[in-house]
């Protein structure tokens, strides 16, 4: 699926661009692209690299096992697969903390630790099932403070910055059911055409 | 804001915790960091090679050639047809869409329907194809089984709440 939204994506723009006379732009953007993903590489590998490192500590220091036990019951219901006390829990439990308070930056390598460990459990380079979920958890966003739109709000001299925070958490809310109602139904889709 | 002392406590905690325990705070933070180079250099093709599609068929035009197309449809439902580009970049680039956002927020300002909706949508999903390109392309994921469609379902649930919300709170 990836391999098609890749090349349509390249594929559609050129083409476009032939008939569009938009060529010059598209030459332009593939190589600014290129060092835009460097940069980002970049900076990813900063955050990672420090994150990661502390989160080891963490880890040493029991921390990360105190967190998966404190919200065993919640997640068990989310990740049924990953059995008790796997380091992963404590990864996935940190990403989605993380994210509710809006540090992207911490959330991104505590994720992405965490898919590490769930492929250890899996051993397939095919996607298992609990990180589908995880991937669902983050792609709707558990936000609570939205900073960067704040921040922007404020920039551009609102009345109250802050005022579309309820609406933000009520909208997170929904979409993160939604995002874990529908991973779970095609789970079970998944389940049935196996047996079939 | 609260965001200022988060992290900070958080090192405070995570080093505070590691000494009364003994750990050798410093050793086992370069072991694990060596990890995150790892990722980093392993994360970069994926990436690399996602954003250029995403940009060429952004700068050919054929993404707001698209939208324009939808147009039609939003404007059914009472949404403002400006806020459409910023629904459909969302699930795509981050980038992007936070610079729409802005765009948006500086045009309408941040209090109007449009800014306040703007700014909901922005704050409530996430890059859905950002988000699966790291975390599959850092592990090594080939096959992505259906995340790809429950992710972008996920956003339009999320972008559909969000106009609803904002529609019954704000107008």
């Known amino acids: 699926m990836v391999n098609l939204i890749w090349a349509f994506l390249a594929v559609t723009g050129i083409i476009y661009a032939a008939f569009n006379g938009t060529m010059a732009e598209v030459n332009k953007a593939i190589f600014s692209t290129l060092d835009e993903a460097i940069m980002i590489t970049l900076s990813l590998a900063g955050v990672l690299i420090f994150w990661l490192g502390l989160m080891k500590i963490a880890e040493e220091a029991g921390l990360l096992a105190g967190l998966a036990k404190i919200f065993r019951p919640f997640v068990k219901r989310i990740f049924p697969e990953i059995p008790e006390n796997h380091p992963a829990l404590g990864y996935i439990l940190s990403n989605m903390t993380a994210n509710m308070f809006g540090l992207g930056n911490a959330a991104t390598p505590m994720g992405l630790k965490a898919m590490k460990e769930l492929k250890e459990l899996s051993g397939s380079d095919k996607a298992s099932r609990s990180m589908i979920t995880l991937l669902a958890i983050n792609t709707s966003s558990l936000t609570l403070i939205p900073t960067t739109v704040i921040a922007i709000r404020m920039k551009y001299d609102s009345q109250d910055p802050t005022s579309i925070v309820g609406a933000t958490i009520l909208a997170t809310i929904i979409s993160t059911i939604a995002a874990l109602l529908i991973d779970r139904y095609f789970h079970y889709k998944r389940e049935r055409a196996m047996r079939l | ?171």
């Open chain 2, 1 to 171: 804001m609260i965001s200022i002392w988060l992290i900070p406590s958080i090192i405070l905690l995570v080093l505070v915790t590691a000494t009364i325990k003994k750990v050798p705070s410093y050793e086992v933070f370069v072991e694990g960091s060596k990890e995150g180079i790892q990722i980093a250099i392993s994360l970069l093709p994926f990436l690399l090679g996602m954003m250029v599609s995403i940009a060429v068929f952004q700068a050919s035009g054929a993404m707001g050639a698209i939208v324009k197309l939808f147009e039609p449809l939003m404007s059914l439902f009472g949404a403002p047809a400006e806020i459409l580009p910023l629904a459909f970049i969302r699930p795509i680039s981050g980038t992007a869409a936070l610079s729409m956002t802005t765009e948006l927020i500086r045009t309408f300002g941040p209090d109007s329907f449009i800014g306040q909706l703007a700014s909901v949508m922005q704050g409530s999903t996430d890059t859905t194809l950002y988000i699966i390109t790291v975390y599959f392309g850092a592990v090594g994921i080939k096959r992505m089984g259906d995340a790809l469609k429950v992710g972008l379902l996920a956003d339009l649930v999320g972008i559909i709440a969000s106009i609803i919300i904002v529609i019954i709170l704000f107008s």
